[in-house]
């Protein structure tokens, strides 16, 4: 009985050992991911500069309210142009209701034709459903956002349901690594043929540091990084993670990352074309904790 006893001790004690052992190192992940998360919430997007030469160049600067919000996105540069340089300059004004974005203003003093206002609506989950772009007071388009377990999954219009249109895949990190779109198959002269779809696979890569914080994480219809480009659709705004390829054209963006595992700098490289200067964006923030 006494033997029993004492094996029985052995195995609870043993038991409770390996519990701590498990709570210790699940603690510790966790730690490590809230550590990260404070991090980055400690700052803020203070400007993004790219130098290529004297005549080719963009500086942007994010402007925020005492509440951290984004209010305003001042990009200015020169670029090379038909022969000659000419001034950059373009202005993103953000609008609030409720808390979250309800208006972004684009104003495009370099093109001016360029100028345009999107409006953006939420559920009552504080997920953005529609987006409307308006320009000289009329709608010249929209997009519905469908959610699934809190993601989005699916854009499509209100004549289409969810998924006749697109499909958008995530990984187990939330990051999007396929967007399949179903479109119209075409002819041998590019033109649709009436009745017959085929599926077109877009994909992506990541890696594993936090994107740079400019509190609107939320806003996957806004690029706040520039040189970037409306390649890659909505994957790099609804990703948590930065993303390095898309796969598709073969294009790369490489992080480099400081001691806080902030991004610092990204490079930018089309497949099959060679640039004078490498196109390398510097970013820099203002602590704000």
């Given at each position: 009985m006494l033997t029993n006893r004492i094996?029985?001790?052995?195995?609870?004690?043993?038991?409770?050992?390996l519990a701590s052992i498990i709570m210790f190192f699940s603690c510790n992940k966790k730690d490590d991911v809230d550590e990260e998360n404070n991090l980055r919430d400690n700052y803020l997007v203070d400007k993004i500069?790219?130098?290529e030469s004297s005549s080719n160049y963009k500086i942007a600067e994010y402007f925020y309210d005492s509440d951290n919000?984004?209010?305003k996105r001042l990009t200015t540069g020169k670029m090379y142009e038909n022969n000659q340089v000419r001034d950059l300059k373009y202005v993103d004004e953000f609008?609030?209701?409720n808390g979250l974005?309800?208006?972004i203003r684009v104003q495009d003093s370099t093109h001016f034709l360029f100028s345009y206002d999107i409006d953006l609506?939420?559920?009552?989950?504080?997920?953005?459903?529609?987006?409307e772009i308006w320009k000289n007071e009329s709608m010249i388009g929209y997009r519905n956002f469908y959610y699934e377990n809190n993601l989005m999954v699916s854009i499509y219009n209100d004549e289409t349901k969810p998924f006749e249109t697109n499909t958008i895949v995530y990984n187990n990190l939330e990051n999007v690594i396929k967007h399949i779109y179903i479109v119209h198959k075409k002819d041998d002269f590019g033109l649709p043929i009436s009745g017959e779809y085929e599926e077109v696979e877009y994909l992506y890569d990541y890696d594993n540091g936090s994107k740079p914080n400019f509190g609107i994480d939320y806003l996957f219809v806004y690029k706040p990084l520039i040189g970037i480009g409306d390649e890659t659709g909505f994957a790099r705004e609804l990703s948590r993670n930065n993303l390095t390829k898309f796969v598709n054209s073969g294009t790369t963006w490489t992080f480099s990352?400081?001691?806080?595992?902030l991004p610092t700098e990204f490079e930018m490289k089309w497949k099959g074309i060679e640039t004078v200067y490498p196109m390398i964006f510097e970013i820099t923030y203002k602590r704000i904790k």
């Open positions: 094996i029985l001790l052995k195995v609870i004690a043993r038991t409770i050992y500069s790219y130098f919000k984004l209010l609008e609030y209701k974005v309800s208006k609506f939420y559920n009552s989950q504080k997920n953005l459903i529609r987006q990352y400081d001691e806080n595992g």
